[in-house]
């Protein structure tokens, strides 16, 4: 069974930091983009940025510029979501997804993330900011 797992969510204070986790279950995440979205109560997802797993190369929406770095481990063949001073509209739950992307040319500093473009989904972890 294809799958990604998540991990990493919960409660943080606002300033704190989490790391999301984002594992490949039952296939390759090799010439993959993982895209992060998150959907706050009421609220449209959004698109956060996302990684090549081939070369490293990322993309983040303005929201989350400068604050949170996504990296990668092929080997343990995981993504990661470094988020650092984080702020109550932060507050969402947060999901990876998987797409191919062989020629290494969907995520990059311009990208125009969509969800639909994203074929294999994790089940979500809640972040929430607050003190």
């Known amino acids: 069974q294809l799958q990604l797992v998540e991990s990493g969510g919960g409660l943080a204070q606002p300033g704190g930091s989490l790391t999301l986790s984002c594992v490949g279950s039952?296939?390759?995440?090799?010439?993959?983009?993982i895209g992060w979205f998150r959907q706050a109560p009421g609220k449209e997802r959004e698109a956060v940025g996302c990684?090549?797993?081939?070369?490293?190369?990322?993309y983040y929406a303005d929201t989350v510029k400068g604050r949170f770095t996504g990296a990668r481990d092929s080997a343990q063949n995981t993504a990661y979501l470094q988020m650092n001073s984080l702020t109550p509209e932060d507050t969402a739950l947060y999901y990876c997804a998987a797409r191919s992307d062989y020629a290494a040319i969907y995520c990059h500093s311009n990208s125009r993330m969509k969800s639909t473009d994203f074929e294999t989904w994790g089940q979500g972890t809640q972040v929430t900011v607050s003190s």
């Open positions: 990684i090549t797993m081939s070369n490293g190369r990322t």
């Open positions: 039952g296939f390759t995440l090799d010439y993959k983009v």
